[in-house]
């Protein structure tokens, strides 16, 4: 079985770099997510005691005081580091420029959604996962879609 430090590459794509004992994570180790995130964690045979998830862009998970979307403050994360964008200049998403959308399909934040097969891929367009029935809902309801347009109010003359 695998000992020491070592690098594991999962199926889904996310790696695992840190300790290994026995064939398990334990010890020090981080699990590297496709989507740019990472999970530094404290492991103990393959179980995390203690860690924290940084976002692909650098914001760091807090469970205590979690302030982030919130409902009082609904800015993005990259508008929180750099500010606003000037009157008339909307910001849709916090990657920005945002993802061109294929179309028919959703921005569910960490890839792409095909409502008609139900799979969800990266923004590479490989394999995430398959949408359940909630998930199926919840991205219809709430994610950005291909065909949406933005509109700009134009003032009666």
């Not at 590459?9 to 300790?19: D, F, I, V």
């Not at 026995?22 to 989507?35: I, S, T």
């Not at 929180?80 to 934040?109: A, M, V, W």
């Not at 367009?125 to 709430?142: C, G, P």
Request: hydrophobic residues 25%.
């Amino acid at each position: 079985r695998m000992e020491g430090f070592g690098r594991y590459e999962l199926p889904t794509g996310t790696e695992y770099r840190g300790s290994l004992w026995d064939g398990m994570f334990h010890g020090e180790g981080e699990l590297l997510l496709p989507n740019g995130g990472r999970f530094r964690a404290l492991w103990v045979r393959g179980v995390p005691t203690q860690g924290k998830y940084v976002f692909a862009d650098g914001l760091e998970y807090e469970e205590e005081k979690w302030h982030y979307c919130d409902g009082y403050d609904r800015r993005f994360y990259t508008e929180i580091c750099s500010g606003f964008k000037p009157p008339g200049i909307p910001q849709l998403t916090n990657r920005d420029p945002p993802k061109i959308i294929p179309e028919g399909c959703y921005d569910c934040g960490d890839g792409f959604y095909y409502p008609k097969t139900r799979v969800v891929v990266d923004y590479r367009h490989k394999f995430l996962r398959n949408a359940d029935d909630d998930e199926h809902e919840w991205i219809l309801r709430t994610c950005r879609k291909a065909w949406d347009i933005t509109t700009e109010h134009k003032p009666k003359p």
